[in-house]
């Protein structure tokens, strides 16, 4: 185990003892910054000192900057299975002939295997779908039906809900969110804030079990006209001990979101902003991953 990993190992084992049983979010104590990066771009930072919990979030106004576009991606890249946050906006980028601006890391996803006993290597998967402008570019672990998702409409508005899918005779695949037929679209374990209201883990099935307080967390929100990507450290002693989902949900609230969906977390969460990671991943480094969230112009 190098030098780093050992370090990472003691922060995570350190912060699970120190994290309060009850964490509190106490708006009259918590720190928030905002700046603006780029038209329509804002990068915030929050504190929430009690705990303590460091909260990073990029907010993109789709109004004031047209030219800001949400998009998909699945981390495939020549032999590769798997891209960190700057690899994703890097390759939605040059798909889409334009700028790279953000990336959130997306689902959980099952490692790459090698090659062995005479079976052949196997890709990383994440495992819910990935479709990206109406073709399925992964069908995922667990097939293409039955959960929670956030995708884009086939009118273009974004929204979350539950996924449904047909297969034509020819082979052809439609995807469907709460009945509207859908063009992108990737997973979301669950969905913390709906319509205006944060909902608690009782009220959705999770894994794991969304109320443990000391593990990093990434999560999409979305407004009217409004995009924000938020991840909050943990695990890492003397930074950042974490939050419960439902905290992560009111801020988003606060900042003008009406529903949101969590992704993977733990050492997978990262948000790549505009050159750099707003963060501090738990794994000491951002972690290459199935699939995520874009932002380009």
């Not at 990068?43 to 303590?52: D, F, G, L, Q």
């Not at 990262?270 to 050159?275: D, I, K, N, Q, S």
Request: with cysteine; hydrophobic share 40%.
């Amino acid at each position: 185990m190098s030098l780093l990993a050992q370090a990472a190992a003691i922060s995570q084992a350190l912060s699970v003892l120190a994290a309060p049983a009850s964490p509190g979010l106490d708006f009259a104590t918590v720190v928030r910054e905002e700046r603006q990066v780029s038209p329509g771009v804002s990068v915030i930072s929050v504190r929430v000192p009690e705990t303590p919990c460091e909260v990073r979030m990029a907010k993109f106004d789709l109004a004031a900057n047209p030219k800001l576009k949400l998009r998909f991606v699945l981390g495939t890249e020549g032999k590769a299975t798997r891209l960190t946050p700057e690899g994703l906006a890097k390759k939605a980028a040059h798909e889409a002939v334009g700028e790279p601006v953000a990336a959130l890391n997306g689902d959980f996803f099952l490692y790459e295997k090698g090659a062995k006993d005479g079976k052949p290597a196997e890709p990383a998967r994440p495992f819910g779908i990935t479709l990206v402008d109406g073709k399925l570019t992964e069908i995922g672990c667990w097939g293409p039906t039955g959960y929670e998702i956030v995708g884009r409409r086939a009118d273009g508005t974004l929204g979350f809900g539950k996924l449904t899918s047909k297969t034509g005779e020819d082979g052809s695949f439609r995807a469907f969110m709460d009945g509207a037929e859908v063009v992108d679209a990737i997973r979301v374990w669950n969905r913390p804030l709906q319509n205006g209201r944060v909902v608690g883990s009782k009220e959705h099935v999770c894994y794991p079990d969304d109320e443990q307080k000391n593990y990093p967390r990434s999560l999409v929100g979305l407004g009217t006209n409004l995009v924000v990507f938020l991840v909050a450290d943990a695990r890492q002693f003397g930074w950042s001990l974490g939050m419960p989902s439902t905290h992560a949900a009111e801020i988003l609230r606060r900042e003008g979101c009406t529903d949101a969906g969590q992704f993977d977390g733990g050492g997978s969460t990262a948000l790549w902003v505009e050159g750099k990671y707003l963060n501090r991943p738990s794994d000491g480094k951002p972690r290459a991953v199935a699939n995520g969230l874009a932002i380009t112009r």
